[in-house]
């Protein structure tokens, strides 16, 4: 992990099981915007707001029209659903452990192609559908950037600055799938990256690695500052699987 | 204290975190737009008026702060906005220092007030937005550091 500032080059986006940076070029903005409620009375010196719900939203995204089977943009963003995004924010490289990221459930409002030269495909993501387990936030950390791998494998830990008293959102992206045996997935957590306190489960994903897919991981209670990704294998020689890992504190 | 014109490279920002503790995030930030008051205006002009007159409502103040993102540990913006968005456990103090072509000294002008943060948004060419709004009932000021 690196802190500072950055380039937009080094950010990547997945979709569900879908790594698009190599589509993507630009995205206009990413965030949550609050409606803001006037609590003003006639006594009180400023116009002044209370928060009420906020909005998750990534707009102005435009990728390359590219309608490769399973990968392309076309491919996967013309079905216009309900998507699990991570977007991970490199800080002058590719992202790594501990970088910025924003994540979580967002539905598509809309999907348009046109252009002038390349052809380039529009697209606005607006809030996550119905549920009852929508998360509050959306900004969190890079738990696991892409990697494929072939054998136990444990991430490395990622600082959350503090205890996280309203728990935690894990996204999975599995982009390659592994053909020979299976993962287990988890979430692992610590309080001071396994010094003195080993990493233990605390949220266990359904996805064992042998379908490219992508899953939302929730512990709402409370977890322990430092959090990373695990995957042990079991089976014969693997073929490898490549995983993305998201963790938005709540 | 000097006094006289300046340039905006002499301004410097300072936001609350979440615990609260003020910040310094001037590095990361590249322009400031609304900082002072705006009085909503009630026409009252009656058919004898020789003008069109007003009376002055309530003021408002709403603050927005772009930059280059970064997620320098403690100090930067990304790291002080994505937490302190939507964050409702205390208000953030924003402080806005105006140096005279130098950096901010005693005497400068400064504004500062209790703010929320009603919006974090990061765009794809590396810069941030971020809007600030009056979180309590007292007024934001003008003063001097």
Not at chain 1, 77 to 92: A, C, K, V
Not at chain 1, 162 to 191: D, F, K, P, R
Not at chain 2, 49 to 62: A, C, Q, R, Y
């Amino acid at each position: 992990m690196a802190t500072g500032k950055t380039n937009s080059r080094h950010f990547r986006l997945y979709a569900d099981q879908v790594d698009l940076s190599g589509d993507v070029r630009t995205v206009g903005g990413f965030g949550l915007e609050y409606n803001m409620e006037d609590v003003t009375g006639w006594s009180d010196g400023v116009v002044n707001y209370l928060y009420g719900t906020p909005t998750a939203f990534v707009n102005g995204f435009q990728a390359v029209f590219n309608n490769t089977a399973v990968t392309g943009s076309h491919t996967e963003l013309s079905d216009q659903e309900e998507y699990l995004i991570s977007l991970h924010l490199g800080i002058r490289a590719t992202p790594a452990a501990g970088d910025p990221a924003f994540g979580g459930p967002l539905q598509q409002s809309s999907y348009t192609v046109g252009g002038e030269g390349p052809v380039i495909v529009e697209v606005a993501l607006n809030g996550p559908g119905q549920a009852l387990s929508h998360p509050s936030r959306y900004f969190g950390y890079v738990a696991y950037p892409s990697t494929s791998i072939t054998v136990t494998t444990s991430g490395t830990g990622v600082d959350m600055v503090a205890a996280q008293a309203s728990g935690i959102h894990a996204v999975l992206h599995v982009l390659t799938a592994e053909t020979v045996g299976t993962w287990a997935l988890t979430i692992q957590e610590s309080s001071d990256d396994a010094v003195g306190d080993p990493y233990v489960d605390i949220i266990t994903f359904t996805a064992n690695g042998a379908t490219a897919t992508a899953e939302r991981g929730i512990d709402a209670t409370s977890v322990e500052r430092y959090v990373r990704f695990r995957a042990v294998y079991t089976g014969g020689g693997s073929t490898g699987a490549r995983f993305v890992v998201t963790v938005i504190p709540q | 204290m000097a006094t006289g014109k300046t340039n905006a490279k002499h301004i410097t920002v300072q936001v609350d975190d979440t615990a609260p503790t003020a910040r310094d995030i001037t590095p990361d930030v590249s322009n400031v737009s609304g900082t002072g008051l705006t009085y909503a205006e009630q026409d009252v002009t009656g058919y004898s008026d020789g003008v069109i007159n007003f009376t002055l409502g309530h003021p408002s103040s709403e603050i927005e702060i772009t930059g280059p993102f970064s997620n320098t540990a403690t100090t930067g913006a990304h790291t002080v906005f994505s937490a302190i968005v939507g964050h409702v456990t205390n208000t953030k103090t924003v402080d806005i220092r105006i140096g005279i072509r130098a950096a901010p000294a005693s005497g400068d002008p400064k504004f500062s007030g209790e703010y929320y943060c009603a919006s974090y948004v990061v765009s794809g060419d590396g810069t941030y937005s971020a809007r600030m709004v009056p979180a309590s009932s007292v007024v934001p000021v003008w003063g001097t550091v």
